[in-house]
């Protein structure tokens, strides 16, 4: 079964600063790994994914995350935070090739409450 | 505005009663997903459909069902509504289903509060 781990609930950082917003994953053979944005009372929105090739991605809003397959890792990245990026963050995985039923089914994370502080 | 639109936006109803939550997904989109999210249980897979027909059934109860329609739009029953189906209720579209290689991306709706009381 596959599985995300995001080991912490809040995320503080202030204005300006960089942010990091931690994802750990586990699934049979090689990883989609996605990341999602919810703002207060709306969807989710994708930021980016993984899918192939080069491990760092970069995505919406100047987001970018890293994959590291040796730490089953999918860091989700900003160099500079904006109070606007204050939202809840989810990552996903899913597995690459047909493991049994589900496989191609994205599981969140819990998500993480990004606030960027002023 | 993803394109995906879910009515009703809240939803109050009491134990035992059955409701049921429509998605009109983005247009050209053929691929549904329901999502339920809830405090404890976080953002957790229900069902799949494609072009009409279901593709893959995730945590859902018994007491829950789903149907994709001719023109695409969907609809999740729930009966039997217990205190604990209190969440909201996401609607995703795709243009395509997951698959080996393909990877397409999930449009979310704005979801449906559901309050059983």
């Known amino acids: 079964a596959q599985s995300v781990a995001q080991p912490e609930d809040q995320v503080n950082v202030a204005e300006g600063n960089p942010l990091t917003v931690k994802c750990t994953y586990s699934?049979?053979?090689?990883?989609?790994l996605f990341w999602y944005v919810q703002y207060p009372n709306r969807g989710l929105q994708f930021l980016l994914k993984?899918?192939?090739?080069?491990?760092l991605v970069k995505g919406s809003y100047g987001f970018e995350a890293e994959f590291n397959k040796s730490q089953t890792s999918f860091h989700l990245k900003k160099p500079s935070a904006l109070v606007s990026d204050s939202a809840l963050y989810f990552c996903?995985?899913?597995?690459?090739?047909?493991?049994?039923?589900?496989?191609?089914?994205?599981?969140f994370g819990k998500g993480t409450k990004l606030s960027v502080i002023p | 505005d993803s394109g995906v639109t879910q009515t009703p936006k809240h939803l109050i109803t009491a134990t035992g009663q059955r409701v049921t939550l429509r998605c009109s997904p983005r247009?050209?989109?053929?691929?549904v997903y329901w999502y339920q999210q809830s405090l404890d249980q976080g953002l957790q897979f229900l069902i799949q459909?494609?072009?009409?027909?279901?593709?893959a059934k995730g945590n859902i109860l018994e007491r829950f069902s789903a149907q994709q329609f001719p023109d695409l739009h969907s609809e999740l029953n729930l009966s039997s509504l217990e205190l604990g189906d209190s969440a909201l209720y996401f609607c995703?579209?795709?243009?395509?289903?997951?698959?080996?290689?393909?990877?397409?991306?999930?449009?979310f709706g704005p979801g449906t509060r559901l309050t059983v009381t």
């Open positions: 993984y899918i192939t090739g080069d491990n």
């Open positions: 995703a579209s795709s243009v395509a289903p997951e698959g080996q290689g393909i990877s397409y991306e999930q449009y």
């Open positions: 247009s050209g989109d053929l691929s």
């Open positions: 699934v049979s053979g090689n990883p989609y």
């Open positions: 459909y494609y072009n009409g027909e279901e593709r």
């Open positions: 996903a995985v899913r597995g690459a090739t047909y493991s049994g039923a589900g496989s191609y089914q994205l599981t």
